[in-house]
C-alpha cells in the first residue's frame, strides 16, 4: 500500500491501453501503476516495495531476484494461461500467492487448432501460393490424404484439447490422447482412447500439442520422439514453443519424414527474421495469435484484474498455482 491506497503493478510488454482495468480499480481504490521491461529498473524500487498485487503479463519476465523485492503482495496474478515467466516457487517462499486464467480462450485455441489441422493437411496456404503466381493445378501438392482415414493424436487431455477432439469427432477420425494426469474415466465419457507416449506418436497422422511448457515437457519432442510419427505426418501446436526442438523438426521435414506443421507458438517469441522454419512452405506459423478475439480479451482483462482484487482483499481465488507459505 501507498499513500493510503492499495497498489497494484502492472508489468506488461503486450497491451498500451489499461483502461478497462483501470476502470475496475478505482472502484476498490486501488493505484495503477504500469511499467514495460525498459523501465523496469528505473520503477523497481518505486513500485516493488508497496505493491499489493502484481500482474504479469505473459512474457514480461517475473523471476526471483524481481519477486524478492515484492514487500507488501499478496498475488501475482498472471494474463494468461501460461505461467513458465513467473517463478512460482519464489512466490510460495515470499508468501505470495500466484494466480492465472486457464479458462478464458478455450474456444479460441481449440477453434485455431482445428483451423490449422485443416490448412496444413489440405495444403491451403501451398494453393494459395501458388495459385497467386498464375499457377492453377489441384495436383501439384501432394499427397493429400482423405481426412476420416486419419488418426489425431492430442498430447495432453485438458480443458482445450477435449475441445478439439470433440470439434474433430464430425470428421470421423480416429482420436487418441495421452495425458498421464486424466482418467480413464474422462477419456471415456469423450469416446477418445486412452494410449501411452509411445503408442501417441506411432499412431498418430495429426500430433496436436496440449502441454505446459515445464522442465519435464521441454524439448520433449525431440529428434527420436518426433521420427516414431508415421511418415507423412503432420504436427500443430498452439500450447507452447519450447516443447518442440525446433532444430529437429526443421530436420525431419527436410528428410521427409513429417510432412508439415502448423504453428502458433515458437521457442522466442517473436522470432528472429533468419528463423529456419519460416522459410519452409510446409510450415505454417501464425504470431501466437490463437488465444485472441475481441471477446476472450475482455474477458481475459477482467478476469486477471478480479484476481488482485480478490487476493489483496483475502477472498478464495479460483484459479492458483501454489499454496503459499505463511508471511512472517
Same mark, same amino acid.
Given at each position: 500500500?501507498?499513500?493510503?491506497?492499495?497498489?497494484?503493478?502492472?508489468?506488461?510488454?503486450e497491451?498500451?491501453?489499461?483502461?478497462?482495468e483501470?476502470?475496475?480499480y478505482?472502484q476498490?481504490?486501488f493505484?495503477?501503476?504500469?511499467t514495460?521491461?525498459?523501465n523496469?529498473?528505473?520503477?523497481?524500487?518505486?513500485?516493488?516495495?508497496?505493491a499489493?498485487?502484481?500482474?504479469?503479463?505473459?512474457?514480461?519476465?517475473?523471476?526471483?531476484?524481481?519477486?524478492?523485492?515484492l514487500?507488501?503482495?499478496?498475488v501475482?496474478?498472471i494474463?494468461?494461461?501460461?505461467?513458465?515467466?513467473?517463478d512460482?516457487?519464489?512466490?510460495?517462499?515470499?508468501?505470495?500467492?500466484v494466480?492465472?486464467?486457464p479458462d478464458?480462450?478455450?474456444?479460441?485455441?481449440s477453434?485455431?487448432?482445428?483451423?490449422?489441422?485443416?490448412?496444413?493437411t489440405?495444403?491451403?496456404?501451398?494453393?494459395?501460393?501458388?495459385?497467386?503466381?498464375?499457377?492453377?493445378?489441384p495436383?501439384?501438392?501432394?499427397p493429400?490424404?482423405?481426412?476420416s482415414?486419419?488418426?489425431?493424436?492430442?498430447?495432453g487431455?485438458?480443458?482445450?484439447?477435449?475441445?478439439?477432439?470433440?470439434?474433430?469427432?464430425?470428421?470421423?477420425?480416429?482420436?487418441?490422447?495421452h495425458?498421464?494426469?486424466?482418467?480413464?474415466e474422462?477419456?471415456? %465419457?469423450?469416446?477418445?482412447e486412452? @494410449? +501411452?507416449?509411445?503408442? !501417441?506418436?506411432?499412431?498418430?497422422?495429426?500430433?496436436?500439442?496440449? &502441454?505446459?511448457?515445464?522442465?519435464?515437457t521441454?524439448?520433449?519432442?525431440?529428434?527420436?520422439?518426433?521420427k516414431?510419427?508415421?511418415?507423412?505426418a503432420?504436427?500443430?501446436?498452439?500450447?507452447?514453443?519450447?516443447?518442440?526442438?525446433?532444430?529437429?523438426l526443421?530436420?525431419l521435414?527436410?528428410?521427409?519424414?513429417?510432412?508439415?506443421?502448423?504453428?502458433?507458438?515458437?521457442?522466442?517469441?517473436?522470432?528472429?527474421?533468419?528463423?529456419?522454419?519460416?522459410a519452409?512452405?510446409?510450415?505454417l506459423?501464425?504470431?501466437?495469435?490463437?488465444?485472441?478475439?475481441?471477446?476472450?480479451?475482455?474477458?481475459l482483462r477482467?478476469?486477471t484484474t %478480479?484476481?488482485?482484487?480478490d487476493? @489483496? +482483499?483475502g477472498?478464495? !481465488?479460483s484459479?492458483?498455482?501454489?499454496e503459499?507459505?505463511?508471511? &512472517?
Amino acid at each position: 500500500m501507498k499513500d493510503g491506497r492499495y497498489l497494484v503493478w502492472i508489468l506488461d510488454d503486450e497491451w498500451n491501453n489499461h483502461e478497462l482495468e483501470k476502470s475496475m480499480y478505482e472502484q476498490y481504490n486501488f493505484e495503477v501503476k504500469v511499467t514495460r521491461s525498459e523501465n523496469l529498473e528505473e520503477d523497481l524500487p518505486l513500485y516493488a516495495p508497496y505493491a499489493d498485487g502484481v500482474v504479469a503479463q505473459v512474457g514480461f519476465q517475473c523471476r526471483a531476484d524481481l519477486i524478492e523485492r515484492l514487500e507488501s503482495c499478496k498475488v501475482i496474478s498472471i494474463s494468461g494461461v501460461g505461467y513458465n515467466h513467473v517463478d512460482v516457487e519464489a512466490a510460495t517462499q515470499k508468501g505470495i500467492t500466484v494466480s492465472h486464467v486457464p479458462d478464458y480462450c478455450a474456444e479460441e485455441v481449440s477453434n485455431h487448432t482445428v483451423a490449422l489441422i485443416l490448412s496444413v493437411t489440405r495444403r491451403l496456404s501451398s494453393y494459395n501460393r501458388k495459385v497467386r503466381e498464375g499457377k492453377w493445378d489441384p495436383l501439384d501438392t501432394l499427397p493429400i490424404h482423405r481426412f476420416s482415414e486419419r488418426t489425431v493424436g492430442l498430447l495432453g487431455f485438458g480443458r482445450i484439447a477435449r475441445m478439439v477432439s470433440a470439434k474433430m469427432k464430425p470428421f470421423d477420425v480416429r482420436r487418441l490422447a495421452h495425458d498421464e494426469y486424466i482418467s480413464k474415466e474422462v477419456f471415456d %465419457q469423450h469416446g477418445v482412447e486412452s @494410449v +501411452s507416449l509411445d503408442d !501417441l506418436l506411432k499412431q498418430s497422422h495429426v500430433l496436436s500439442l496440449h &502441454v505446459p511448457l515445464t522442465p519435464e515437457t521441454k524439448n520433449l519432442l525431440n529428434y527420436e520422439r518426433l521420427k516414431q510419427l508415421p511418415k507423412g505426418a503432420f504436427v500443430i501446436n498452439t500450447c507452447r514453443g519450447g516443447v518442440i526442438n525446433e532444430n529437429d523438426l526443421k530436420k525431419l521435414i527436410e528428410e521427409g519424414h513429417i510432412a508439415g506443421a502448423g504453428l502458433d507458438v515458437l521457442e522466442q517469441e517473436p522470432p528472429a527474421p533468419d528463423h529456419p522454419l519460416l522459410a519452409m512452405e510446409e510450415v505454417l506459423i501464425t504470431p501466437h495469435a490463437s488465444y485472441f478475439s475481441e471477446e476472450s480479451i475482455s474477458q481475459l482483462r477482467e478476469k486477471t484484474t %478480479q484476481a488482485i482484487i480478490d487476493g @489483496v +482483499s483475502g477472498k478464495p !481465488l479460483s484459479h492458483t498455482l501454489n499454496e503459499p507459505q505463511m508471511k &512472517v
